[in-house]
């Protein structure tokens, strides 16, 4: 599946997307837990993250778009509040990570709900198969 990566990545060879909605409890647990040691680990990869909030009405999607006011590293917040995007992607959940190169293309999916604490007792959004994927392709664009 292809679409407009630069809409989404911006100039960075590979990046994340993460999609979330208003109505998702997940969701919401996550943007507590997303930290200063995750913005670390993107930048010292050069990874850049957006966000999609959709699947619910534009004032809510606008609403929830207020909660990431603090959390200055994502590069972009997209609203999709009817959806289009997410079921152009089959995307049929949420919260959901997506790993796409520049040219558009998906490198991984993965649903972004709590995977285990790690050894710091924090929760770990971002599956192992992810950061695979991602560390495999910025190695073969070198």
């Given amino acids: 599946m292809r679409f407009a990566p630069k809409e989404?990545?911006?100039s960075s060879g590979v990046c994340l997307v993460?999609?979330?909605?208003?109505?998702?409890?997940?969701?919401?647990?996550?943007?507590r837990r997303l930290?200063?040691?995750?913005?670390?680990?993107?930048?010292?990869?050069?990874?850049?993250?957006?966000?999609?909030?959709g699947k619910?009405?534009?004032?809510?999607?606008?609403d929830y778009q207020g909660n990431f006011s603090d959390i200055r590293w994502f590069k972009n917040i997209y609203l999709d509040p009817a959806g289009k995007l997410f079921?152009?992607?089959g995307?049929?959940?949420i919260p959901q990570w997506l790993a796409l190169n520049r040219q558009g293309e998906i490198l991984e999916r993965s649903p972004a709900y709590p995977i285990k604490p790690n050894p710091?007792?924090?929760?770990?959004?971002?599956?192992?198969?992810i950061l695979?994927?991602?560390?495999?392709y910025l190695a073969s664009a070198e």
Wanted: charge should be positive.
């Fill in 35 to 53: 930290n200063l040691s995750t913005e670390k680990f993107f930048d010292s990869r050069g990874i850049d993250v957006s966000i999609v909030i």
């Fill in 87 to 89: 079921r152009s992607l």
């Fill in 91 to 93: 995307i049929r959940y």
């Fill in 132 to 136: 695979k994927s991602l560390d495999e």
């Fill in 8 to 10: 989404l990545c911006g």
């Fill in 120 to 129: 710091s007792g924090e929760v770990v959004y971002l599956p192992s198969k």
């Fill in 56 to 62: 619910d009405s534009l004032k809510r999607c606008r």
């Fill in 18 to 31: 993460l999609w979330m909605a208003p109505w998702c409890p997940d969701c919401s647990k996550m943007i």
